[in-house]
C-alpha cells in the first residue's frame, strides 16, 4: 500500500497554534484528508484539499499542501481543549480506499 | 438520519470461535469498507465493496469474509477467530464526494 506517515505525538498550550504535519507517497492522489478521532470514536472528515490546491482555510482550520515534496499540514489555530484527539491525514481518491498515517495524538494542556 | 451504525459495540471471543460484525447506513451510498484500528498503524483496509452485491480485497482480508447482500449492509465475518484478530474494527460508506463516513467502532478482544 501507500505509505502515509505523521509524527506520533504533539503537545501545545491553549491558545497557541497547532501544526500537524504528514509526508505521503502516492503522486496521482486526487484528495487529501484530514479527520479527527475523539475518544471511543469513530473518525470524522475535518476537511480535505484537491491536488490541485496549495492551500484551504476554513475557519480556525488551515491545510497546506506542498506537491513537490508530497507534505500536507493542518494548523490549527487558537487551539483549544477540545481539539485534543488523535488526527490523521489520508490519501486517496480513486474508486477505492483511503490511505491513513498512523495518527498524531495532538494533547492541548490548559 | 443514524448515519453509519456498527453492532455490537464490544465482544469477546475465544480463539477459534467465529462471529459477524454488522454494519448499517442509511445514506444510500454506494461504497462501503471495513477497516481494522491497530495502535500505532493507523487504519488498514480489509475488504470493501463497491456496490451491492460486490466485495473485494483490501489490504489485509486474510482470516476475512464479507457479505454486502444489501445496499445499506455490509457484513464482516471472522469464521475461526485468532488473538491477532484483536483490534477496533471501523466501518465506513462513501459520498459521491468521496468523503467516507465512519461508524463508531466495534472492540474485538480474542483470548
Known amino acids: 500500500g501507500e505509505d502515509v506517515e505523521q509524527s506520533l505525538f504533539l503537545s501545545v498550550r491553549e491558545g497557541d497554534s497547532s501544526v500537524i504535519n504528514c509526508t505521503y507517497t502516492?503522486?496521482?492522489?486526487?484528495?487529501l484528508y484530514w479527520y479527527k478521532q475523539e475518544p471511543g470514536a469513530g473518525l470524522q472528515l475535518l476537511t480535505y484539499?484537491?491536488?490541485?490546491?496549495d492551500m484551504k482555510q476554513d475557519q480556525r482550520l488551515t491545510v497546506l499542501l506542498n506537491k513537490k515534496d508530497k507534505h500536507l499540514s493542518l494548523r490549527i489555530a487558537d487551539t483549544q481543549t477540545g481539539d485534543s484527539a488523535i488526527y490523521f491525514c489520508?490519501?486517496?481518491?480513486?474508486?477505492?480506499?483511503?490511505?491513513f498515517g498512523t495518527g498524531t495524538r495532538l494533547t492541548v494542556i490548559p | 438520519n443514524a448515519g453509519v451504525t456498527q453492532t455490537p459495540k464490544f465482544r469477546v471471543l475465544k480463539t477459534g470461535q467465529s462471529m459477524t460484525l454488522l454494519c448499517a447506513q442509511d445514506?444510500?451510498?454506494?461504497?462501503m469498507y471495513w477497516y481494522r484500528q491497530d495502535p500505532g498503524m493507523g487504519l488498514r483496509l480489509i475488504h470493501y465493496?463497491?456496490?451491492?452485491?460486490?466485495?473485494a480485497k483490501g489490504e489485509v482480508p486474510d482470516g476475512y469474509n464479507v457479505s454486502r447482500l444489501k445496499k445499506q449492509n455490509f457484513l464482516l465475518g471472522l469464521e475461526s477467530a485468532a488473538p491477532s484478530q484483536t483490534s477496533v474494527y471501523f466501518c465506513?460508506?462513501?459520498?459521491?464526494?468521496?468523503?467516507?463516513?465512519f461508524g463508531p467502532g466495534t472492540r474485538l478482544t480474542v483470548l
Open positions: 465506513a460508506s462513501r459520498s459521491r464526494y468521496n468523503e467516507q463516513f
Open positions: 502516492d503522486s496521482s492522489s486526487t484528495y
Open positions: 484539499i484537491f491536488s490541485n490546491m
Open positions: 489520508a490519501e486517496g481518491g480513486g474508486a477505492n480506499n483511503l490511505f
Open positions: 445514506m444510500n451510498h454506494e461504497y
Open positions: 465493496s463497491v456496490g451491492e452485491g460486490t466485495t
